[in-house]
């Protein structure tokens, strides 16, 4: 039996944080401010991945309550997700991600972040999509003052 799990995740941009999206570090004078990095394309991954194993969500795996994921690199959650799903027989078919932001133009690093997901999820960058937009200026995001990640994964069960 397949599962599909879904999942999005937003965060400030602020001065004096490093900008981490799906694991890559991008070059911007702001960063995403979280209790862990802030990675919201990782988070985005992880919580889809434990939303389709009716898991429940990222916070109650990763508590912002507890400092053991105080500024934790982000892949080490999806790691753990991962852990979780091959426990209970799965493995990822595909991973499709959307980016919201509207600075830095993230064209560039599309390809890192492509692989970098294949690698921690177990597959070939085949299995991976990662897309990127802008909100035209609007709400939040537009004004730069957010930045935001969609994730939808596809589980299939291994025999």
């Not at 597959?123 to 730069?144: F, H, M, W, Y």
């Not at 994964?153 to 025999?159: A, E, G, M, Q, S």
Request: a negative charge; aromatic letters at 4%; charged letters at 25%.
């Amino acid at each position: 039996m397949n599962r599909i799990g879904f999942a999005k995740d937003i965060h400030r941009l602020v001065p004096n944080r490093k900008l981490i999206l799906g694991g890559v570090e991008i070059p911007f004078e702001k960063g995403l401010l979280g209790h862990s990095d802030a990675d919201v394309v990782l988070h985005a991954v992880t919580e889809a991945i434990l939303g389709a194993l009716a898991l429940g969500d990222l916070g109650t795996h990763f508590p912002d309550s507890d400092s053991r994921y105080k500024d934790i690199d982000s892949s080490l959650l999806v790691k753990k997700a991962v852990e979780l799903m091959k426990k209970e027989g799965y493995a990822v078919g595909n991973v499709d991600v959307t980016i919201v932001l509207e600075k830095p133009k993230i064209a560039p690093y599309i390809s890192s972040i492509q692989q970098r997901l294949a690698t921690l999820l177990e597959v070939t960058s085949k299995e991976v999509s990662v897309k990127a937009c802008t909100n035209e200026g609007l709400d939040a995001i537009g004004r730069g003052d957010a930045a935001e990640a969609d994730a939808i994964i596809l589980l299939r069960k291994v025999d």
